[in-house]
């Protein structure tokens, strides 16, 4: 969202009207607020879930517990927590799969794997949709808040301090949590890279 | 062979570069759609708010009650005794009859 088109939304007269339940204000903030929204439902989506389905879910939490909202935080900053809070909780359902497995990789996808496994050079800008398909499948074996951590710092390369306006965590426990998700694609590496040679 | 962390540290370099999707708008209806259904639901606020009103009611009309029943506490107990009011004519007749 632009600094002028934050400018022309007049975001506390839109919540008070929301709060007087005019349905007008009510859509105004949708749309306020869906790049926002969309963005992190896309980044954090679980398999098999439609994002508008989750982006709607969001919302109904938003204007659910709007009465909570106390001004502590920005109001952007407290819709992103209940964003990222509704994306961990799907990643949480969903049934982690047991094993990454070559066999389970796209011809464009192992490719990609085999280039950073053994090549020292940095992989070709071409391939990227492939590299980011095979991102996705990795984080897929980390821990829902390790996975979102890992997204925010190494893909979307957001601060520390980004990172915990987003989701109300401390600096520390990012740290953690991004150590421990490194540590985890480490080993990943390393057992497909046994594998490879076998 | 490389490290493995330089891997993925290559990997999501790349994964970066990937061309990021722009379409960032609500889809037509979906804001209208919310909106109703956000404001369809009861909101609980409202609920907690006339909760002490009612109890405020409550107790308003229990101590009512008790002050009427002090105020009225000899004719309920000579009813409830069964003594007759000498002047009902009801009670005349039926006792007659």
């Known amino acids: 969202m ?13 919540l008070d009207r929301v709060r007087a339940r005019d349905q007008i204000a009510a859509r105004e903030l949708v749309e306020h607020l869906h790049p926002l929204v969309i963005r992190i439902v896309r980044a954090h989506l679980p398999r098999r879930v439609a994002e508008e389905d ?3 879910e969001v919302f109904m939490k938003v204007f659910t517990r709007l009465g909570q909202f106390q001004g502590a935080v920005p109001f952007p900053h407290w819709v992103s927590r209940i964003a990222v809070t509704t994306c961990i909780d799907h990643l949480r359902a969903q049934k982690r799969r047991p094993e990454f497995r070559w066999a389970d990789l796209s011809e464009n996808e192992a490719d990609m794997l085999d280039a950073v496994l053994t090549s020292e050079n940095d992989v070709s800008v071409n391939d990227a949709l492939a590299a980011r398909e095979l991102v996705a499948k990795l984080l897929e074996q980390l821990k829902p808040a390790d996975r979102l951590v890992i997204q925010m710092l190494d893909l979307e390369q957001k601060t520390l301090l980004e990172i915990s306006q987003l989701t109300g965590w401390s600096t520390s426990l990012i740290k953690v949590r991004a150590f421990r998700a490194r540590r985890k694609l480490q080993k990943l590496f390393e057992q497909l890279q046994k594998k490879e040679r076998s | ?36 259904l ?3 639901v009861e909101q609980p606020v409202e609920g907690v708010r006339v909760n002490p009103f009612w109890w405020r009611a409550l107790g ?14 000899s004719s309920i107990s000579l009813t409830a005794d069964g003594d007759l009011d000498p002047f009902d004519p009801v009670a005349e007749v039926l006792t007659t009859s």
């Open chain 2, 38 to 40: 956000a404001l369809a």
């Open chain 2, 60 to 73: 308003a009309a229990l101590a009512l009650m008790i002050v009427s029943i002090a105020a009225n506490y």
């Open chain 1, 54 to 56: 989750l982006a709607q």
């Open chain 2, 1 to 36: 062979m490389k490290t493995s962390g330089s891997a993925w540290q290559r990997l999501a370099a790349a994964a970066r570069h990937s061309p990021e999707r722009n379409d960032d708008a609500a889809p037509f209806g979906f804001s209208t759609r919310i909106a109703a």
């Open chain 1, 2 to 14: 632009s600094d002028d088109v934050e400018a022309a939304f007049d975001l506390a007269a839109c």
